[in-house]
């Protein structure tokens, strides 16, 4: 049994760096359970590039794009925000001035890619920032919409149990992620959407699309 033991850490070495490399690398980021009622998975971050413009073509069409698993994406509605969007955003601002950050400003320009990308989210399971295609989904849809940014971000969250107080329940979770709070106190970003969609009769699902526009 002694002579085996090299042999066992050798391959728990191997096993541990596999893993690590598979979760790094994969497309579907693990649905975490951060509080009762309300689900998250790991925040995306996309610094513009030249290969923006390829990426956004390989998409196709926009339920590609959006992430969707096939299904027909909820309608994204007008351009203003509803009271839970607007909630989210009031709030996003709150812990942004209590952390001596400026306010975010609401982005009408990508409200429709917040939703779509809210839409394409299912009711249980994975919540995931990537297409078919393992691109970031919501890259390809920022490249749709012809909007300039340096850095882009985006927030993913989904809740059960629909009320008044589920912006608030969501925005805590995202707050206790240090992934999401990241996203949500970045200096840089200057410019916020908030899209939510109804992904169960008694569920939706969030997506907060932040970008940078500072000195373009």
Not at 16 to 41: C, K, L, Y
Not at 79 to 98: F, I, K, Y
Request: hydrophobic residues 45%; contains cysteine.
């Amino acid at each position: 049994m002694r002579r085996s033991a090299p042999f066992v850490v050798a391959a728990a070495i191997v096993v541990t760096v596999i893993t690590f490399v598979v979760g790094r690398s994969g497309q579907q980021p693990a649905f975490v359970p951060a509080s009762e009622g309300v689900a998250i998975g790991p925040a995306a971050r996309h610094r513009r590039s030249p290969t923006d413009i390829g990426a956004q073509l390989a998409t196709g069409a926009l339920d590609t794009a959006a992430g969707s698993s096939g299904n027909q994406l909820a309608d994204l509605g007008d351009a203003a925000p509803t009271g839970e969007e607007q909630a989210l955003l009031d709030l996003t601002n709150a812990d942004r001035c209590s952390n001596g950050l400026p306010p975010v400003e609401f982005d009408s320009a990508t409200l429709w890619v917040a939703r779509a990308r809210a839409a394409a989210q299912l009711p249980s399971g994975p919540l995931s920032h990537y297409n078919s295609l393992g691109d970031l989904a919501f890259v390809g849809l920022l490249g749709d919409a012809a909007v300039p940014y340096t850095l882009a971000g985006e927030n993913l969250a989904r809740a059960t149990g629909i009320d008044s107080g589920v912006s608030a329940r969501l925005n805590e979770a995202l707050m206790n992620s240090p992934q999401h709070r990241a996203n949500i106190l970045e200096p840089s970003f200057d410019k916020l959407s908030i899209g939510a969609a109804p992904v169960a009769p008694d569920a939706i699902a969030v997506a907060e699309i932040f970008r940078s526009t500072a000195g373009l």
